[in-house]
Structures are given as structure tokens and as C-alpha cells.
T-cell receptor, first 111, second 116 residues
Framework: QQQVKQSPQSLIVQKGGISIINCAYE??????FPWYQQFPGKGPALLIA?????SEKKEGRFTISFNKSAKQFSLHIMDSQPGDSATYFC??????????FGDGTTLTVKP | GAVVSQHPSRVICKSGTSVKIECRSL??????MFWYRQFPKQSLMLMAT?????????EQGVEKDKFLINHASLTLSTLTVTSAHPEDSSFYIC????????????FGPGTRLTVL
């Protein structure tokens, strides 16, 4: 049973456009929702994270929107740049730190 | 920010040999370290949770006698792939978790294992 579902699998966006990646979770015990960025051959890097008591969090061009009742959260990348081309993973965890990851979204930003 | 290192970054070995991968938290103490495996174009699969001074907790389907984990100190965890076979070839990634008022995991750069 997959506990975190991520979509789309791949995404192509023009430079300057908005990239949107969605995730849905099932376990209501999750209380921490991070997004990671991973470049080929590298480990994931934390991009931004949110807790369920907040509906939105913005850091620079990156925004997380969180809908607790729908058990969904999404990542918005504003003014997408070619350097943003990477694989993005959403995750969900409890305070024990153990995370469940989505399947990943490969983002390509075309110049 | 917190830095996690892994060594080696790449290793190629012959079938039947054992390979040790080190994961170190460089500027913080990690109460817990996690070991993941990632196949090409796939997500991270949690293999085990490693707590300093205690036995690792393995996920279902992960052979604990094949993937030996030792968490000897608050800054070092090791994963030993014993009697490696070609199907063990993968990208192994560790993460470190402080567990002190934060849920943030800091990931290492990964180790590419190729078993011939």
C-alpha cells in the first residue's frame, strides 16, 4: 500500500513558468511534509517543508500548499529556471523521523 | 547547514566480496541514521533505521544478515553489504536525523555500488 502518491511522474515547463507537483497521503499520523530536490548521481537535498498546522509556506520561488482535510500538499515553483531541472520527491513523516517518499517527479525546464 | 558525508562515493567490486559504506554527520550529532536504496529513476526505499548504540531496525523484506548496519557513535553509521551479488548494485544513500525539536533529515551524497 503506497502511503504517499505523487503526480505527475514527469513535467515539462517553459522557463519563467510555474511548476506544480502534487502529493496525497493516507496516514493521518504524518505531521511533517518535506520536499526534496535530487540531481542525477547526488543525494536528495531538502528544499522546503511544512507542518499540518500551516496551510502555506513560501521560501523564495518555492511554495508549499497544504490541505489537511483533503490530505494533499503541493509544491509550486514560480519563475521556473533551467537550473531547477531535477527530480523532486515529496515525503511524509512522523516525529520519529522515518519518512515515506513519493515516487518522484522529473522536472524539465526548457529555456 | 548540516552536512552528511558518505564514503566511498563509488565502489566496484567482484561478486562474493563485502563492501562497507560509511555515513558521517560532520557538524552535528545524529541520534538516528537511515539507510536507503535507490534504483535508477525510482524513489528512495528505506532499508533500515539505525540508532546509536542499539541494533538497527530493518524494513520488511530487507535481509539483516546481508546488509549489516553498525551505528557506533553519534556521528558514524556503517552499512556493510556482505557477499555482494550483481543484484545488489544500486545507489545507497544515508540520512541523519537529530531528533531534537526538528524532523529534518539531512542526506548524504550517496554511494554508487556496482557488483561485477
Amino acid at each position: 500500500q503506497q502511503q504517499v502518491k505523487q503526480s505527475p511522474q514527469s513535467l515539462i515547463v517553459q522557463k519563467g513558468g510555474i511548476s506544480i507537483i502534487n502529493c496525497a497521503y493516507e496516514n493521518t499520523a504524518f505531521d511533517y511534509f518535506p520536499w526534496y530536490q535530487q540531481f542525477p548521481g547526488k543525494g536528495p537535498a531538502l528544499l522546503i517543508a511544512i507542518r499540518p498546522d500551516v496551510s502555506e509556506k513560501k521560501e523564495g520561488r518555492f511554495t508549499i500548499s497544504f490541505n489537511k482535510s483533503a490530505k494533499q500538499f503541493s509544491l509550486h515553483i514560480m519563475d521556473s529556471q533551467p537550473g531547477d531541472s531535477a527530480t523532486y520527491f515529496c515525503a511524509a513523516s512522523t516525529n520519529a523521523g522515518k519518512s515515506t517518499f513519493g515516487d518522484g517527479t522529473t522536472l524539465t525546464v526548457k529555456p | 547547514g548540516a552536512v552528511v558525508s558518505q564514503h566511498p562515493s563509488r565502489v566496484i567490486c567482484k561478486s562474493g566480496t563485502s563492501v562497507k559504506i560509511e555515513c558521517r554527520s560532520l557538524d552535528f550529532q545524529a541520534t538516528t541514521m537511515f539507510w536507503y536504496r535507490q534504483f535508477p529513476k525510482q524513489s528512495l526505499m528505506l532499508m533500515a533505521t539505525s540508532n546509536e548504540g542499539s541494533k538497527a531496525t530493518y524494513e520488511q523484506g530487507v535481509e539483516k544478515d546481508k546488509f549489516l548496519i553498525n551505528h557506533a557513535s553519534l556521528t558514524l553509521s556503517t552499512l556493510t553489504v556482505t557477499s555482494a551479488h550483481p543484484e545488489d548494485s544500486s545507489f545507497y544513500i544515508c540520512s541523519a536525523f537529530t531528533g531534537q525539536g526538528t524532523d529534518t533529515q539531512y542526506f548524504g551524497p550517496g554511494t554508487r555500488l556496482t557488483v561485477l
